[in-house]
């Protein structure tokens, strides 16, 4: 039996009958339901219903304080730039308590927001334009933050893009085999092993003062993104819950990660993963448009392996899900993390392939806007 969300929804402060909602999205960590109220003139209106993940966020008033703050000052920036604020930022509905979560009398977190109309979200664009936009709208994001002190967020998910924690914990993982799975990923480990020189690559460049800690998103999937459905322009960044100090180069090469090969996440035939030159095109010139003008020469040089990085590190996460039971994110089949390591690790082989062709084309899109 699902929640009643017509419960839920009457604990928020909006005005009507409840009519209906429905499952709504593909995330891996929230419950996200769409839901119908009808005003008392007759219009009918939506709103997106989250109950958040506690296993993942074990602080979500403070994930809901960060979104809070960072939306207010996104809203305040559109209204600057002469854009509505309540369609080029995501705007929380308050609960009838004034906080901007419901908490309930089993514990769960709920929160409620706006449905932006109009727009929609894609898993896979259907055109490198999309891309071009979705890209160019972090990078908007990043600008719009980059006068928001970063000491004034929480920290929600502590050393989440840390590569080198990441790789370390799934080497203690390997070692303990929990559950006896590691003979079915022994070649997916040692595809990591070879890799280690990597992992601290852009951590040394932080800790040498090279790389600056800017406020990022932290999951830029496409999927991130709405998009008009008339102009195919990007309207809002969503899914604020990772919000909090990183680096840009961390959002960058989720971007390449999550957007640049035409497989699913989890595909079985890796014949289909493939790093595609003109999808990583379009993701670098949108970024650039956006961001190129207060990104370092060092962030710049990096894209391209930001890329790579980012996809190792995340098939690392999918492998040690895997290895410890699958935890984390969530699963529909035997075997689905281990499924996803596969086709990222598949990737990074085709990012290696073809990073001297990604760092020529990143250059040339830098020089051309100095």
């Known amino acids: 039996m699902g929640p009643d969300l017509e419960a839920i929804s009457s604990q928020f402060s909006v005005l009507g009958e409840f009519l209906d909602g429905v499952p709504f999205g593909g995330g ?93 979200t894609y898993s896979r664009a259907r055109n490198p334009q999309h891309y071009y936009h979705a890209a160019k709208a972090f990078g908007e994001f990043l600008q719009a933050l980059s006068d928001f002190p970063a000491s004034d967020l929480f920290v929600t998910i502590p050393d989440f893009h840390h590569t080198r924690k990441r790789f370390d914990r799934l080497m203690e993982v390997v070692a303990d085999d929990p559950i006896g799975r590691l003979d079915a990923a022994r070649e997916e480990v040692e595809f990591v092993r070879n890799r280690e020189s990597i992992v601290d690559r852009l951590l040394d460049l932080q800790a040498a003062g090279q790389i600056p800690v800017r406020i990022t998103h932290n999951d830029t999937k496409i999927n991130n993104v709405m998009i008009d459905q008339e102009s195919d322009e990007a309207v809002c960044v969503i899914d604020l819950d990772t919000v909090m100090p990183g680096l840009a180069l961390y959002d960058f090469g989720d971007l390449v990660r999550s957007a640049t090969s035409p497989a699913a996440e989890d595909e079985r035939d890796l014949s289909k993963v493939k790093m595609q030159m003109s999808m990583f095109e379009a993701l670098a010139e949108g970024y650039l448009d956006a961001a190129g003008s207060f990104l370092n020469t060092t962030e710049i040089d990096h894209m391209a392996f930001s890329g790579r990085l980012i996809t190792l590190e995340i098939g690392i996460r999918f492998l040690t899900d895997f290895l410890e039971g699958d935890t984390y994110f969530k699963t529909d089949r035997a075997g689905h993390n281990l499924d996803r390591c596969r086709t990222q690790f598949k990737l990074v082989e085709h990012i290696e392939e073809q990073t001297k062709e990604m760092n020529a084309f990143v250059a040339k899109v830098s020089r051309g806007r100095r």
């Open 28 to 120: 891996h960590i929230n419950d996200t339901y769409l839901v119908r109220l009808r005003a008392s003139g007759g219009e009918v209106r939506r709103w997106v219903l989250q109950r958040i993940n506690q296993a993942v966020f074990r602080k979500p008033e403070e994930v809901m304080y960060n979104i809070e703050r960072v939306s207010a000052h996104l809203q305040a920036k559109a209204v600057r730039a002469g854009k509505d604020p309540l369609r080029h930022a995501i705007r929380l509905v308050m609960a009838r308590d004034g906080r901007s979560f419901y908490r309930s009398q089993a514990g769960e977190t709920w929160r409620m927001m706006d449905f932006i109309e109009g727009a929609r």
